[in-house]
């Protein structure tokens, strides 16, 4: 491994960690920046240790893991009885959220949003809360999945890269 190639594995790592800071601070694109390490690495080395059938299985872990964050929410929120009213708050409050108060704002903007529509609907406060916990409760699933598929993925490219081993070839 040359000096070019150290800088070049250097770059990759750094933006994937900073694709892992975005799993804590959502306006980061998380588990996609960590594709785009690999990518940018597989392209400048020719594909030599970090092969097409890598890049798909990171695309396909990717995509997984963009639907089950933004499904997480809703799923959390439905399973502690949220009504079609919250599942459109919290959609509604990941908007606000993210315009007023972005990292923070993504996380409880969508919890404030079920709520606050929960009650709009008619649901009492303890029913209306129970189902921003659930909200709240699907958020943090989605964040752990995410933390798990993006060490995976971190893991899988520094042992493509230090490994002759291309079982994944």
Do not use: C, D, Q
């Not at 594995?9 to 980061?28: E, R, T």
């Not at 949220?82 to 708050?89: C, E, F, L, Q, Y």
């Amino acid at each position: 491994m040359g000096f070019g190639e150290i800088i070049l594995f250097a770059i990759s790592l750094m933006i994937m960690f900073v694709g892992m800071a975005g799993i804590i601070v959502p306006i980061i694109p998380s588990i996609p920046l960590i594709w785009l390490g690999a990518f940018l690495y597989a392209i400048f080395t020719h594909f030599e240790k970090i092969s097409w059938m890598v890049l798909l299985i990171f695309a396909l872990l990717t995509i997984f893991s963009i639907v089950f964050e933004n499904l997480g929410n809703v799923y959390g929120a439905k399973k502690f009885g949220a009504t079609r009213w919250g599942i459109i708050g919290s959609v509604i409050g990941t908007g606000v959220g993210f315009y007023l108060g972005g990292p923070i704002g993504l996380i409880l903007g969508p919890v404030v949003g079920t709520v606050i529509f929960e009650l709009i609907g008619g649901k009492g406060y303890k029913g209306a809360l129970k189902s921003g916990l659930g909200n709240f409760v699907g958020f943090l699933g989605g964040s752990l999945i995410k933390i798990i598929i993006g060490l995976t993925m971190i893991s899988i490219f520094i042992w493509k890269v230090f490994l002759k081993v291309n079982v994944l070839r």
